[in-house]
């Protein structure tokens, strides 16, 4: 169709994938040699849950041993000291995990990218590949008028992505299989990615190596 692209992930999602790996390949060797990060990861509590497993995916077991020992430890002194609210405090929520704190300045620039991107052209087509969520939260910065019309066009994409799957299961066997297009081969990536958000945002990365479990 037209003005739809239903190949390519969300662009404000893409970008906070690749900060958000930039940041915890560079902080996973921070804590591994560094005594001042490590004190200061352990004040803090480590990372959320979820920054955790994707930051032991990049570390290896000595570094991730050599950070969260003192992590450990500061948990430890809290849980004697009766110093918590609750047990759900311990490890950090969005408002003190560092990888969170990144994460939303990421968003922020980029949603006001985005936005200045619709509104310099007075349209939001061709439509910005974008989640349902990023779509939501541009509603906070552009015109209700563009809005209205950002949603039409994802009303557009998720018919076009519903057609692409559609396809999918239709040729997928051997004798049709090569006569499936690109938006058709990565329907259910994509589909998914663009309804719900990118998958590297919402669960723990997986890489070839593996932390013995």
């Keep these: 169709m037209n003005g739809v692209d239903t190949t390519s992930e969300c662009v404000v999602c893409t970008r906070l994938r690749d900060v958000l790996f930039d940041f915890l390949a560079q902080y996973q060797y921070d804590l591994s040699t560094d005594e001042e990060v490590r004190n200061r990861h352990a004040e803090l509590g480590g990372f959320c849950p979820l ?17 969260y020992a003192e992590v450990c430890r500061a948990w430890s002194a809290k849980l004697r000291e009766g110093r918590l609210g609750s047990l759900h405090d ?12 990144l994460k939303s300045f990421a ?21 910005p590949p974008l989640c349902l969520a990023h779509v939501e ?29 559609e396809e999918y299961v239709k040729n997928d066997n051997p004798a049709d ?4 297009t690109q938006e058709q081969r990565v329907a259910h990536r994509v589909g998914l990615g663009r309804m719900v958000g ?10 070839e190596k593996t932390m013995g479990g």
């Excluded at 299989?177 to 499936?180: F, G, H, K, P």
């Excluded at 998958?199 to 890489?207: A, I, Q």
């Design 51 to 67: 920054h955790t497993w994707q930051y032991a995916e990049m570390a290896s077991p000595k570094g991730v041993c050599t950070a």
């Design 107 to 127: 968003e922020r620039v980029e949603l006001e990218r985005v936005a200045a991107m619709i509104t310099a052209v007075g349209q939001p087509r061709p439509a």
């Design 177 to 180: 299989r090569r006569t499936l």
């Design 198 to 207: 990118h998958r590297r945002l919402v669960t723990p990365w997986e890489f």
């Design 137 to 165: 939260a541009l509603g906070d910065v552009i015109s209700p008028s563009l809005f209205r019309r950002l949603l039409e066009m994802q009303a557009e994409v998720y018919d076009e992505i519903a057609r692409n799957m």
């Design 90 to 101: 311990l490890p950090p929520g969005p408002d003190r995990c560092p990888a969170c704190s």
